[in-house]
């Protein structure tokens, strides 16, 4: 097993509170918090695939576990990636992502992109 980097992608309606310092700190919080928990097997197809989830948050920080869906997907094991990233995102939020409340519109709705060949560290 190999924990892999992850690219974090918002999709929000506030585009405005994306751009502040204050919430790409909070965007790399999140990130680094995901991070550890996102465990592929190396020798399986999972490490060739990309996925994107999106879902929705709740104001406490919260992910609503049944809102999330699979937006994108490319590689041979779409089902094994979707559910390692899934699991990653759900055990790791803790009791909740360090995300600013004023802007829960802007974070109300997102998408990661977990990226298996991403350098660790790389979020591009």
Same mark, same amino acid.
């Given at each position: 097993m190999k924990r892999l980097a992850l690219v974090l992608a918002l999709t929000a309606t506030g585009a405005v509170a994306q751009q502040t310092p204050g919430f790409q700190a909070a965007v790399a $919080?999140?990130?680094?918090q995901i991070q550890p928990c996102w465990v592929i097997d190396? !020798?399986?197809?999972?490490? %060739? *695939?990309? /996925?994107t989830l999106g879902f929705a948050m709740n104001p406490d920080g919260t992910v609503q576990p049944d809102s999330i869906t699979? /937006?994108?997907a490319e590689g041979p094991d779409t089902e094994g990636a979707m559910h390692s990233a899934r699991r990653a995102l759900l055990r790791c939020q803790g009791e909740g992502y360090p995300l600013p409340? *004023? !802007?829960? %519109? $802007?974070?109300k709705q997102i998408e990661i992109k977990f990226d298996p060949r991403s350098p660790l560290g790389d979020e591009t």
């Amino acid at each position: 097993m190999k924990r892999l980097a992850l690219v974090l992608a918002l999709t929000a309606t506030g585009a405005v509170a994306q751009q502040t310092p204050g919430f790409q700190a909070a965007v790399a $919080a999140m990130r680094i918090q995901i991070q550890p928990c996102w465990v592929i097997d190396v !020798d399986s197809g999972q490490s %060739e *695939t990309i /996925v994107t989830l999106g879902f929705a948050m709740n104001p406490d920080g919260t992910v609503q576990p049944d809102s999330i869906t699979l /937006v994108n997907a490319e590689g041979p094991d779409t089902e094994g990636a979707m559910h390692s990233a899934r699991r990653a995102l759900l055990r790791c939020q803790g009791e909740g992502y360090p995300l600013p409340l *004023t !802007d829960f %519109e $802007a974070w109300k709705q997102i998408e990661i992109k977990f990226d298996p060949r991403s350098p660790l560290g790389d979020e591009t």
